[in-house]
Structures are given as structure tokens and as C-alpha cells.
């Protein structure tokens, strides 16, 4: 982890351009081969859309051969709606520069099934041979993208319920607080460590407490951005203020540990031929074999008038160990989502069946 800090926003948004160019430059994007950039709908990261915007009108910078990836977006909201994302980065970023709309990816939030555009959009990723550099902006909470206080490291594009707190950080952009959204959707942290470059940006003192407990708390599951300790390049962009409480031997050591190379992207997207490893499927057709079944988890209940979100958000606990969905089962007169780490839910609405250990499955 290397730690760059600057007098001000301003000049913090230039290095960051700097570097976020000199990827470009370097990678070579072409028509077959494009740079995949993720980026954060932050308004500290507005002066950086600006400056970004203003070299590519210098012809500094092409993006025509880049495909953006945004981390997060409100559920509810759409891309005409001022409060969302996809409306943001249109706002401050994608209609100022030559990258084609076809390149440009935001989740799309009004689908009947979030469950399917979660998993659509970490394929979409996946295709595209992952992110080579990530632009993420850091939450008052320590939040990156929407996870917040309680995100597990290994989860992958979800649904998640916002906070009270993470809800006042974002209240000054709608009426009042109780409009802000329940929920988003947002790139886990697993997906995020995926990248092979990942920039936090930090700016202003709001953020130099959940600053101090990233860089200087061990990795912890309430402080999000923590786990950015396990990725191997991450550079932290903040100012003064920002890192007004590390302490001087924190950024005199991060500020020494510069990456010696620039790092080594994926030159072709994987293959979707090349096979992949699956974890064990468990048998869900047949809700009874729950019972033969060791969980590291508890089956969370679901009743008939559970809304169809709030059987997402069930389905997609901020457990410490979930990697994601990776199947969705209808059959055998039982409806079933499974995750990489054995955490089941069952539901179709008929009735519940009370199990051992208070956990409750509907079959």
C-alpha cells in the first residue's frame, strides 16, 4: 500500500490523473483490446472527472478504447432520476469525453430480478477480463462502493441494505434523509480486490478517521476499506486534512513503499471456453437433504410476505465468508439460492418448517 498525500483536493485530483493517463497510455487500448477502468460516483471525485475531462479535450487522453465500470447505484433509481449514479457520471464525466455509450456500464437497478443483475454484472466484468484499475472513494464509515460496517471480504456484486449511517453521508443529495434509497447495488469486495490496480481516494477531515482505521487498524469487517490491506497495489490518494490523524511514522512508512513496476494487466480477456473451477453443488431440488447437510451458516426464513427485495437482501447476508452467488434453482417444488460458501436459502412461499438450531427453511 503507498500513501501520496497533497495540500489540497485540487492538486490531489491531478495526481491522480496523472496516473489514472499514464495507464492508459501505457496499455495501448485498441478497438480488440480495451483498458477497463472502474470508477466511483463520489463528489470528491468530481475535480478529478473534471481535469480527466479536460485533458482528453486537450487530446492528452483518449478514452474510445476504455470501458468504464462503476462500483455502485441505488436501488429504485434510474438513469434519468438526478440522485443516481448512471444520471452523476453522465453528468460529470461520460458526456465530457469521446468514450462511446456502449462502453459505459452502470447497474441497472429497476430489474425484476436484482439477483440476475447482480450475477449479469460480475459476468459482464468477467468477460471483459477483469478491471485493470479501480477508482474508489472512501465512505465516512470506511465504506468502498456500498458495503459497509459488516461486509465480508470475499463477497461479489450484491444487493445491500444502507445504513443509517452511510444514509446521512449521502442525505445532501436528495430532499431530505427519508428519501434516500434502502438500498444498492454494489461491486463486493472480493470483486474490488480482484482488480489489478485499485486508487482510494480520501479527501477532507471527514474522512481522516476512517483513513486512520484503514491504514493503521488491523483488516477488520467494520471497517471495509481495511481490506484493502490484502490487495497487492493499492495507492492512497489523500490530502492534509485526510491524514490529519495518522500518525507521522504511518505515512513516513506508507509514503516509502512506491510499487517499483507498473503492474502487469491481463493482455487478452479469459477465454469462455476455458474452464473454470466450481465449487460443490449441493443437491437443491430436494429440500430435505438440508438435513444431511453440515452448514458453516443458518438458513434464513422467508415468508409469503416477504417483498421480492427484501428476499434479495436475505438471500445475500453480509456473511464474512459468502463469495457470491453462483446458482439459482427452481425445482423439485422448491426454489433455492446457494453461495460458494454453503450458505442456502429455500423459499416458495408454502410454508415453514422450523429446523434444529433456530434456523428456519420454507419448502
Known amino acids: 500500500m503507498y500513501l501520496q498525500t497533497f495540500p489540497n483536493p485540487f492538486e490531489t485530483a491531478l495526481a491522480i490523473a496523472d496516473l489514472i493517463i499514464s495507464r492508459i497510455i501505457a496499455f495501448s487500448p485498441t478497438q480488440q483490446r480495451k483498458f477497463v477502468l472502474g470508477l466511483v460516483a463520489d463528489n470528491a471525485a468530481i475535480p478529478l472527472y473534471e481535469e480527466l475531462a479536460r485533458r482528453c479535450e486537450a487530446q492528452e487522453v483518449s478514452f474510445e478504447h476504455v470501458i468504464a465500470i462503476v462500483l455502485d447505484e441505488y436501488v429504485g433509481l434510474g438513469?434519468?432520476?438526478?440522485?443516481?449514479?448512471?444520471?452523476?457520471?453522465?453528468?460529470?464525466?461520460?458526456?465530457?469525453v469521446d468514450i462511446p455509450p456502449s462502453q459505459t456500464h452502470v447497474p441497472y437497478t429497476?430489474?425484476?430480478?436484482?439477483?440476475?443483475?447482480?450475477?449479469?454484472?460480475?459476468?459482464?466484468?468477467?468477460?471483459?477480463?477483469?478491471i485493470h484499475l479501480i477508482l474508489l472513494g472512501l465512505g465516512g464509515l470506511g465504506q468502498i462502493g456500498s458495503n459497509g460496517p459488516g461486509?465480508?471480504?470475499?463477497?461479489?456484486c450484491r444487493i445491500v441494505q444502507l445504513d443509517e449511517g452511510i444514509k446521512e453521508n449521502v442525505a445532501e443529495s436528495f430532499l431530505t434523509l427519508a428519501d434516500v434509497p434502502t438500498h444498492a447495488l454494489t461491486l463486493g469486495i472480493g470483486t474490488i480486490l480482484d482488480?489489478?490496480?485499485?486508487?482510494?481516494?480520501?479527501?477532507?477531515?471527514?474522512?481522516?478517521?476512517?483513513?486512520?482505521?484503514?491504514?493503521?487498524?488491523?483488516i477488520c469487517h467494520l471497517c471495509p476499506a481495511s481490506m484493502l490491506q490484502l490487495h497487492e497495489d493499492v495507492r492512497v490518494f489523500a490530502d492534509e486534512e485526510a491524514v490529519s490523524e495518522l500518525q507521522p511514522s504511518t505515512i513516513r512508512h506508507l509514503s516509502a513503499q512506491a510499487p517499483s513496476t507498473k503492474p502487469e494487466f491481463e493482455s487478452e480477456p479469459k477465454s469462455e471456453d476455458e474452464p473454470e473451477d466450481e465449487p460443490d453443488q449441493l443437491n437443491l431440488s430436494d429440500p430435505s437433504s438440508i438435513n444431511d447437510i453440515d452448514l458453516p451458516y443458518p438458513i434464513f426464513p422467508l415468508s409469503q410476505n416477504t417483498p421480492s427485495i427484501e428476499r434479495e437482501i436475505v438471500a445475500q447476508m453480509q456473511m464474512a465468508d459468502t463469495n457470491g452467488v453462483f446458482e439459482s434453482v427452481c425445482g423439485g417444488g422448491a426454489q433455492g439460492i446457494t453461495f460458494k460458501s454453503g450458505l442456502i436459502v429455500w423459499?416458495?412461499?408454502?410454508?415453514?418448517?422450523?429446523?434444529?438450531?433456530?434456523a428456519s427453511l420454507i419448502a
Open 110 to 130: 429497476l430489474s425484476n430480478s436484482l439477483l440476475t443483475t447482480c450475477a449479469s454484472y460480475e459476468s459482464l466484468i468477467t468477460s471483459f477480463g477483469g
Open 79 to 96: 438513469p434519468e432520476d438526478l440522485q443516481s449514479h448512471h444520471y452523476f457520471m453522465e453528468e460529470h464525466f461520460f458526456s465530457k
Open 151 to 156: 461486509s465480508g471480504g470475499k463477497t461479489r
Open 347 to 358: 423459499y416458495d412461499d408454502v410454508k415453514a418448517n422450523e429446523q434444529s438450531g433456530g
Open 195 to 218: 482488480s489489478a490496480e485499485i486508487i482510494l481516494l480520501a479527501t477532507g477531515r471527514n474522512k481522516s478517521s476512517a483513513l486512520t482505521t484503514a491504514l493503521e487498524g488491523g
